[in-house]
C-alpha cells in the first residue's frame, strides 16, 4: 500500500528558531501534499494544499509566511514553521494524493512539535 | 457553510456492546466519505471509504459504515466492540477530489 513518512516525528526546539518538517511518498508519486495541524484532544485543521512545481494555497487564517511550505519534487514536500513559538507547538500530519487513485490521501504519522 | 459533524463527542460502552458513531456532512453533489481511527500516541489509520456503489461498505477489524445520500449521513457501525477499539474515531469527506474534510471526532472508550 502507499506509505507516507515524516522526519522528524519529534522535534523540541526553542522559541524563535525555525523548525523544518519533511514529508516523503515512498511508493508512489504524489501531486498533491496537504498539510494539517492537530491540537491536542482536537481534530485536523487543514492547513494549506501544495502541489508539486507550484505555489501552495493556504487556508484562511493561517500564516503563509510563518508556514513555509516546498513541494519540489513529486515525493517530496517540506514544512518550516519560521520563528517558532510556544503557541506553535502542536501535532502536524501531512498527507499525499496519487495521481493514480485520485480519491483517496495516504497520512504520514506526524510530528509533533514542542517550542519551549 | 459546507461542514462535517460528528455529534457524539465521548462514547463510553462495555465490551460486546454495538456501536454506532454518527456522521452528517453538508456538501452538495458527489462525495467520498472516509472513516479514519487514531489509537493512542499513534498515526491516523483508515478503516473504511465510500466512493460509489454500495451505500453499505466494509472495512477493517469488522467495521462497517452505511452511506444514506438522503440523509448526507456516514455513520460507522460494529455490532460488538473491544476494548482494544479504545481510540478517536474521525469522518472525512472529500468532494471533488479536493482537500479532505474532518469531524471534529469522537472518542470511544470500550470498559472491559
Known amino acids: 500500500g502507499a506509505v507516507v513518512s515524516q522526519h522528524p516525528s519529534r522535534v523540541i526546539c526553542k522559541s524563535g528558531t525555525s523548525v523544518k518538517i519533511e514529508c516523503r511518498s515512498l511508493?508512489?508519486?504524489?501531486?498533491?501534499m496537504f498539510w494539517y495541524r492537530q491540537f491536542p484532544k482536537q481534530s485536523l485543521m487543514l492547513m494549506a494544499t501544495s502541489n508539486e512545481g507550484s505555489k501552495a494555497t493556504y487556508e484562511q487564517g493561517v500564516e503563509k509566511d510563518k508556514f513555509l511550505i516546498n513541494h519540489a519534487s513529486l515525493t517530496l514536500s517540506t514544512l518550516t514553521v519560521t520563528s517558532a513559538h510556544p503557541e506553535d507547538s502542536s501535532f502536524y500530519i501531512c498527507?499525499?494524493?496519487?495521481?493514480?487513485?485520485?480519491?483517496?490521501?495516504?497520512f504520514g504519522p506526524g510530528t509533533r512539535l514542542t517550542v519551549l | 457553510a459546507q461542514s462535517v459533524s460528528q455529534h457524539n463527542h465521548h462514547v463510553i460502552l462495555s465490551e460486546a456492546a454495538s456501536l454506532e458513531l454518527g456522521c452528517n456532512y453538508s456538501y452538495g453533489g458527489t462525495v467520498n466519505l472516509f472513516w479514519y481511527v487514531q489509537y493512542p500516541g499513534q498515526h491516523l489509520q483508515l478503516l473504511l471509504k465510500y466512493f460509489s456503489g454500495d451505500p453499505l461498505v466494509k472495512g477493517i477489524k469488522g467495521f462497517e459504515a452505511e452511506f444514506i445520500k438522503s440523509k448526507f449521513s456516514f455513520n460507522l457501525r460494529k455490532p460488538s466492540v473491544q476494548w482494544s477499539d479504545t481510540a478517536e474515531y474521525f469522518c472525512a469527506v472529500n468532494k471533488n477530489n479536493n482537500d479532505m474534510r474532518f469531524g471534529a471526532g469522537t472518542r470511544l472508550t470500550v470498559k472491559p
Open positions: 511508493d508512489f508519486q504524489a501531486t498533491t
Open positions: 498527507s499525499a494524493r496519487d495521481g493514480k487513485t485520485y480519491n483517496e490521501q495516504f
